[in-house]
């Protein structure tokens, strides 16, 4: 296990111990989002993605090892094993080495060598690779003449083909080559012949070049697009002559020798056609996996961002999703997410009933008292938007402000069962206009209800490994819930089901329990629900919170393990309740002290003292909430130089595209976003972030807009 375990923890910095401590309490059953939260004294705080990629590589670690075993035993089978051979295999750190020194004992489907061994020309290849001083290639070669080689040319054509094999099989030979690609191989790139890019998405790579080792991933994915859609035309380019003349070298033993052009030209065909094509194959699939695992790391962070935006509490909110012809649906929510109206009005053309539109707009914003106005952004969204503008400037006795929600993926989920379920009366286009609204009013609890790969914070989604992204979001969806936790008695099923130990039964279990039997008023009261053992229990308890529970702590992120610790360290404060404004102990207090005296460990102390200071805050009150406006933002109004403020949509790997009021997002590229150099925009940026931005360039004739971050441009 030890072999196992050395790998991770050099590559995470971290101790052999808290590896190995991490894996047991995964093999015990235990969840991510447990450990990193209520098991930081077994892991020496590790958090939710250091314990993923230990459970990850591990799982590689596993495989690597049983792989390695298996090759060890076919290649004993055939009485080829030795201990040099074992060393080798023992010493490989990745599957593709491990292949490499198998390759030569591989049973081979037909090639031209193993066709030229079966026509016994293995004696004449050896012949050749032996250097001999005498004799001469024709004379020896009459020697393998049969009635399936009738000629000496087809008796050396066949000895060549089995020594190109040979160089083929060369374990060191492949990872010299390929070490030497992966640091210095350019892809060489430029527009097929005949092809029609009609939309010039392409036209950067029509003459393009660059090593592979500095490649970004979004160009890995566009240039891999580009060539599946037969656009461009791509191929590597390296010194290939380095490698013929040291593999000829290697055999020759710089030995002059009558045979030495018929070994060169085999080991120039060896390279040419089963090893530069197999390598180059290899590189880029290596770049196209590096690339969208980088591309679901982008997803994912975009995607948590996006869920903990912070909530919009107490609000009275009005949905608006817009659209021409079939005109604007109306939705009205209370603070708690309540539909209480819906609506429909026609304040585009080709209807144009401007007029009603305006007085039923404003006859419901004064009537429910609206503070904010959500408007989806999607078809007629900036007429929409300067429709409600309009309003809000002109009536001074509104106090309203708006702001643009992402609708991806509220048309899926208006049109699927959860929606239909809860509003069955509801037409799709309404209950997409109470998700509007209730995006604004809390986003985690109404995004959880969409598949994350409809939500649209992604970059090339559609080409990346499907189950791959689709584990990655699930994870980042899971992660994100269990930081914030739930409200046991209003969360939703489609929520409950991602906390840790739960799932869809358990969840469903619990909301039937809830609405048979009421409130929930502790957390005692959870053993209770079907399907809910022991175990699932430890795991769920401190991530499910009930306000205004009989026991003040099962109102907080504090485990019900931890509860007798915690009255033992308010205590020693002298806290009498989590209501008790009087914190000042917390300010001074020790937790190394207070773990020594009360016979716990720092870590479970620390988290309880920031449970004690901010007893019912939300994890996402730490974040910005949406940016509000009350008037609309022109492409005409801009000019160069301008300072504004706008909310990060989406991010990528060349940049932030931000919201600033215009009908598409202006973009920040990665070189606008910091005056040091980074490696990836996250080091600044996240979805949600409202940031200061400056317009340095405007093109109205496709009406964007490129921003800049830099205090001074």
């Not at 040979?166 to 070490?179: E, P």
């Not at 899926?412 to 509801?426: C, I, Q, T």
Request: proline share 3%; charged share 30%; with cysteine.
């Amino acid at each position: 296990m030890e072999k196992l375990i050395a790998p991770i923890a050099k590559s995470l910095n971290i101790s052999y111990a808290q590896v190995k401590n991490t894996l047991d309490l995964l093999a015990d059953g235990n969840t991510i989002p447990f450990i990193a939260r209520y098991r930081k004294e077994v892991t020496k705080d590790l958090d939710e993605e250091q314990i993923r990629f230990i459970d990850e590589h591990y799982q590689y670690q596993k495989n690597l090892a049983k792989r390695k075993e298996d090759v060890k035993r076919l290649i004993e089978t055939q009485g080829k094993l030795t201990d040099a051979l074992v060393e080798q295999i023992d010493a490989c750190e990745t599957l593709a080495l491990v292949e490499d020194i198998y390759r030569p004992y591989q049973q081979k489907r037909k090639t031209r060598a193993t066709d030229a061994i079966a026509k016994g020309l293995q004696g004449l290849a050896d012949w050749i690779l032996s250097l001999p001083r005498n004799g001469s290639i024709e004379t020896e070669a009459k020697k393998y003449l049969n009635d399936q080689v009738t000629s000496i040319e087809e008796a050396i054509q066949g000895a060549k083909d089995i020594i190109a094999e040979k160089v083929s099989d060369d374990a060191k030979l492949r990872k010299l080559i390929r070490d030497m690609m992966v640091s210095e191989a350019k892809i060489m790139i430029k527009l097929k012949k005949n092809a029609v890019d009609e939309q010039k998405t392409y036209r950067v790579y029509y003459d393009y070049n660059e090593r592979c080792s500095t490649l970004a991933p979004h160009r890995i994915m566009a240039i891999n697009r580009g060539e599946r859609e037969k656009i461009l035309d791509v191929s590597m380019d390296y010194n290939r002559e380095r490698f013929a003349r040291y593999q000829f070298n290697q055999m020759t033993h710089h030995q002059e020798c009558f045979v030495n052009p018929l070994i060169d030209e085999a080991i120039r065909d060896g390279l040419k056609r089963l090893v530069y094509p197999s390598l180059e194959r290899e590189l880029r699939a290596s770049l196209t996996d590096m690339a969208q695992e980088k591309s679901i790391d982008v997803f994912s962070a975009n995607l948590e961002s996006l869920l903990l935006q912070a909530p919009m509490k107490d609000a009275m909110i009005l949905g608006l999703d817009p659209a021409y012809r079939t005109g604007c649906k109306l939705a009205i929510i209370d603070q708690t997410g309540k539909l209480l109206h819906i609506d429909l009005i026609y304040p585009h053309p080709p209807v144009n009933k401007i007029k009603e539109a305006r007085a039923k707009t404003i006859e419901l914003l004064k009537k429910y008292k609206i503070n904010l106005i959500a408007i989806g952004n999607g078809t007629a969204s900036r007429e929409s938007e300067m429709f409600i503008a309009e309003i809000l400037k002109s009536e001074s006795d509104i106090d309203a402000r708006y702001a643009i929600v992402s609708e991806a993926g509220a048309s899926v989920y208006s049109a699927g069962d959860l929606a239909r379920e809860e509003f069955p009366d509801l037409h799709v286009e309404e209950r997409s206009a109470v998700s509007i609204a209730r995006r604004l009013l809390d986003p985690l609890s109404e995004l959880i209800k969409i598949d994350p790969k409809s939500i649209g914070v992604g970059q090339y989604q559609h080409d990346l490994a499907p189950a791959r992204l689709q584990e990655r979001l699930d994870f980042a969806v899971v992660k994100t819930v269990n930081r914030i936790g739930a409200d046991v008695n209003t969360a939703s099923e489609a929520l409950l089901k991602h906390i840790a130990g739960l799932n869809k039964n358990v969840a469903k279990s619990l909301v039937e329990y809830r609405n048979e039997n009421g409130l929930f008023k502790s957390r005692k009261e959870l053993a209770k629900i079907k399907g809910l053992g022991a175990k699932a229990y430890t795991q769920a308890a401190g991530f499910l919170r009930i306000p205004k529970a009989v026991d003040e702590l099962d109102a907080t992120a504090i485990h019900p393990e931890s509860y007798a610790l915690t009255r033992s360290i308010m205590k020693e404060l002298g806290i009498k309740s989590l209501q008790d404004e009087n914190k000042l102990a917390l300010v001074g207090a020790d937790a190394q002290n207070l773990a020594n005296r009360l016979n716990s460990d720092v870590y479970t102390v620390q988290d309880i003292l920031q449970v004690l200071a901010n007893p019912f805050r939300d994890y996402r009150d730490r974040f910005d909430g949406p940016l509000l406006h009350k008037d609309i933002v022109k492409i005409e109004d801009l000019k160069l130089g301008m300072r504004l403020e706008g909310t990060v949509r989406n991010v990528t790997d060349f940049g932030a595209f931000v919201d600033i009021g215009l009908k598409n997002d202006g973009l920040v590229h990665i070189s606008k976003l910091s005056k040091v150099r980074i490696k990836s925009p996250y080091e600044r940026v996240a979805v949600g972030d409202i940031v200061s931005v400056t317009v340095i360039d405007i093109d109205l004739e496709r009406n964007k807009v490129a921003l800049s971050m830099l205090e001074s441009v």
